[in-house]
């Protein structure tokens, strides 16, 4: 037995091992997502959704360095089209019987060597395509790969059954930020260091997005990126339709003052004001500020507007700083681990907080290294190495008192 096929006997043992400890079928097929890009040829997988509002197919998971959250597929005349309509897989592991419509937009240069398209049975009446591509430059997937991950897929379906809440996908809402290319390396010495590798984002307007991943992965400079705080070495960032790679200073202050709001693990709040005035002073910044109580109310706080911070617990210090950046109505929110320096309870009401403002349609993209906080967003970007590695769409919101870490 060669390397290769060793190695993708290998895959299959650590999927079913992975299936196995999984707490739902959606959980599962992510798992195996990940062991398809990790131990086989596949550069890329794809996980495709019906989308009723539309009769086409969307992504609703997926692992590579790609934004698809806009992108489409007809049910036919191409491979994932083909599976979903005949319940069977389709092989096309020559170049050019590849037929994708994934890259005919904005990564119209991203060539497929070969691509499996895997149908999922994940619900009655309900069907996914699980699609694996390797690229161009890349060795082509093998038909004994094809057999694992079909094997891997079906041993998921069956063992993990259907999940009670539906895997469709829905008409993702209008981007209000996209950053294309998004690089940022600093000098140390004679050596750069880089930290972002070339990210592509989408921030879709009313979503709670989450930033997942390790320390030093580059999402707190991604986070500072998106919010003004930092300049990237390279790249494209659109907001509202205008770039902001590169404009002055002063339209980055305006930006930052007037479109978006910022809460911070540390709470920032002036010790000799009251929380009343903390947030007073934002507001008199703003053109049209909420109402300082109405924003207490919001974190649940209306009863200690008179209060110092100092006699506040740090989760309710911590509240007033989310109710601080929402004074301002910004368009988006970002929020870089707020409760990593708090206890699980503490925790649960910061969370509960922030949940309360993504109601009101709030932008609210936060950073955290906690998987758990997941559950809790629309959408999840995995960051690894400076680069966007996994995207996923949460099928059903988890609640704050749900979570257990």
């Known amino acids: ?20 400890s999984s707490q739902s079928l959606y959980e599962a ?26 009769g086409m197919l969307r992504p609703i998971r997926w692992i590579a360095p790609y934004e698809f959250t806009s992108v489409w597929c007809p049910c036919e005349g191409n491979d994932v089209g083909e599976a979903y309509a005949t319940g069977k897989a389709v092989r096309a592991l020559a170049a050019p019987s590849v037929t994708q419509p994934l890259f005919q937009s904005e990564y119209a240069d991203v060539v497929v060597g070969s691509s499996l398209c895997v149908p999922l049975e994940v619900r009655d009446s309900e069907t996914c395509v699980l699609q694996l591509m390797s690229l161009g430059e890349d060795g082509p997937i093998t038909d004994e790969e094809c057999d694992i991950v079909e094997m891997m897929t079906m041993l998921a379906c ?14 993702p809402t209008r981007a209000i930020m996209r950053a294309r290319g998004i ?131 740090g989760g309710q210090q911590q509240r007033v700083s989310i109710a601080r950046a929402l004074i301002k109505r910004p368009r988006v929110i970002f929020a870089d681990e707020p409760t990593a320096a708090l206890d699980y309870e503490t925790s649960v009401g910061v969370l509960e907080a922030i949940d309360r403002v993504v109601a009101t349609g709030t932008t609210l993209v936060m950073v955290t290294h906690n998987e758990e906080i997941c559950r809790m967003a629309h959408r ?18 988890a609640q704050a008192s749900d979570l257990e870490w």
Request: hydrophobic letters at 40%; aromatic letters at 8%.
């Open 183 to 313: 690089t940022r390396e600093y000098k140390s010495g004679d050596s750069v260091v880089q930290v972002l590798g070339g990210v592509n984002l989408d921030v879709n307007e009313g979503e709670f997005l989450v930033l997942l991943g390790e320390s030093g992965c580059g999402k707190s400079t991604l986070l500072d990126i998106l919010g003004g705080m930092d300049d990237p070495t390279t790249g494209s960032l659109v907001f509202d339709g205008q770039e902001h790679f590169g404009v002055r200073e002063h339209d980055l202050a305006v930006y930052r003052r007037d479109q978006v709001g910022f809460v911070f693990q540390s709470y920032n709040l002036i010790p000799n004001l009251r929380i009343r005035q903390n947030l007073d002073l934002i507001g008199e910044l703003a053109s049209d500020p909420m109402p300082t109580q109405e924003a207490l109310e919001l974190v649940g706080l209306a009863d200690r507007a008179n209060n110092r911070p100092y006699q506040l617990s």
């Open 29 to 54: 097929i992510g798992r195996c997502m990940r062991v398809c890009v990790e131990r086989l040829s596949a550069s890329i997988t794809v996980l495709w959704s019906f989308d009723e509002s539309t």
């Open 380 to 397: 999840v970007v995995r960051i690894r190495g400076g680069l966007v590695y996994e995207v996923f769409v949460n099928a059903e919101r």
């Open 158 to 171: 069956m063992t993990k059954g259907g999940d009670e809440c539906s895997w469709r996908a829905r008409e």
């Open 1 to 20: 037995m060669d390397a290769r096929t060793a190695n993708t006997y290998k895959a299959f043992a650590e999927s079913c091992r992975l299936v196995a």
